[in-house]
Structure formats: C-alpha cells, structure tokens
C-alpha cells in the first residue's frame, strides 16, 4: 500500500485540497491519501480554530468518492509534532509505505519545523507548487540540504522501492482557494456541518464534537 500523507489544520477543507491529492496520487502511483487532520499546529495560532470533529467533516466532505482518508490520528497518538507523528505512523503500519505530502509554502518554513531532517529521512517529501511561495521554497535553507536528494516524478513513480531522503517537485495549475478565504466569505461554515461526531477513517473511532475527544 503505497499512502501519500497530507496534514494541515483544514479549518475548513476546501476543493484545493481534494484537488492538490488526487494530482499527487495519480503523478506518484499512489494507492491512497490521509488526510492528517491536526489537533494544533504549533506554527499557527489557535484564535479561529475550529473544533476537530467539524474540521474532519469538512474533510470527509470534500474526500467524497476519492481515494482518500480523514483522520485525527495525531490526538490518539499524543504527538504534536510532525516528526513524532511520522515516526509513529511507520511503526504502526510497517506494510505501508508513506510520502510526505506538501505546499511550497510548507517548504519556505520547513526549516523551523522541529527535526525537520529526521522527516526527510523517515519518507520521501513530494512538494506540491503553490502560488506566491515557490521563491520562498527554493531559496529556503531546508531546500539547500534537500536539493542532492531530488528525484523526478517520473522516476520516483517506477522506483521499485522508495528510499529516504528523496524530495519529488511537482507542478500543476496554481489552486487559488485557501481555508482563509472560505471563512470569510462563510465564517459559519463549522456551525453549518452540525454537532454531530464523526468517524475516524483510519483508526475507526468516533471522534466527539465538542472538543475532538475520541470515543
């Protein structure tokens, strides 16, 4: 099973993201993608944030009748960090094999990210362009380490097994949409999903409205 890994606050979902995953999935050979919903990103402020369960329905919204999974694995797992949650997952489900999925804009700040290395060397990254963040992302002191490990699409997909480091550019029409834009043309949009609690795609448990607890 080959699972590309996309994480991220999702606050709300939005087609950019359905649309950034299945390009992966296809240019890679990718069986499937999760959707890595976050209890909390140590980058971001929590101002704004809305609870996991409606973050995640949002999510299972948007992944309808796609090749994709929504879950909040990281609450389960207690890791905060990317590169504790990466380490976890591989150990977890040792007959995947997992890519590190992200933005250009991911890219430009990897560099602050804690054990941002030991991420590179735990699976592949494929790097998704994204308007206004590719000069960031290639002068980016994390890119300067990663550029040696840099493989074709073309060629990461016919590897007959992956290795890490190994960083794979892709390219495609920009996607304008962002989370920011879609709160504030609807900032109700979590209130609108209802109260209910939703199912964790990966791990199967319910996941409790109020505040993202698991059941």
């Not at 199967?204 to 607890?213: C, F, I, Q, T, Y």
């Amino acid at each position: 099973m080959k699972v590309g890994l996309l994480g991220g606050s999702f606050n709300p979902a939005h087609g950019g993201h359905r649309r950034i995953s299945r390009f992966a999935a296809a240019a890679l050979g990718l069986d499937e993608v999760w959707w890595l919903v976050s209890p909390g990103n140590p980058l971001k402020p929590q101002a704004g944030m809305a609870p996991q369960a409606a973050r995640m329905a949002s999510a299972m919204a948007q992944a309808r009748r796609a090749s994709i999974r929504v879950t909040g694995i990281e609450r389960e797992l207690g890791t905060r960090y990317t590169a504790d949650t990466l380490h976890a997952l591989v150990r977890m489900f040792p007959k995947h094999r997992f890519l590190w999925i992200m933005g250009a804009d991911n890219l430009a700040q990897l560099h602050r990210w804690r054990d941002w290395r030991g991420i590179a060397r735990t699976m592949p990254i494929a790097v998704v362009a994204r308007p206004g963040y590719d000069t960031a992302a290639f002068v980016s002191p994390a890119m300067a380490w990663l550029r040696r490990y840099r493989v074709l699409p073309g060629q990461f997909r016919t590897q007959g097994r992956w290795s890490a480091p190994a960083l794979v550019m892709l390219r495609f029409d920009p996607d304008p949409r962002s989370a920011t834009a879609v709160r504030l043309t609807n900032p109700d949009w979590a209130n609108a999903l209802g109260r209910g609690a939703v199912r964790d795609q990966v791990t199967r448990r319910l996941v409790a409205p109020a505040e993202g607890r698991t059941l």
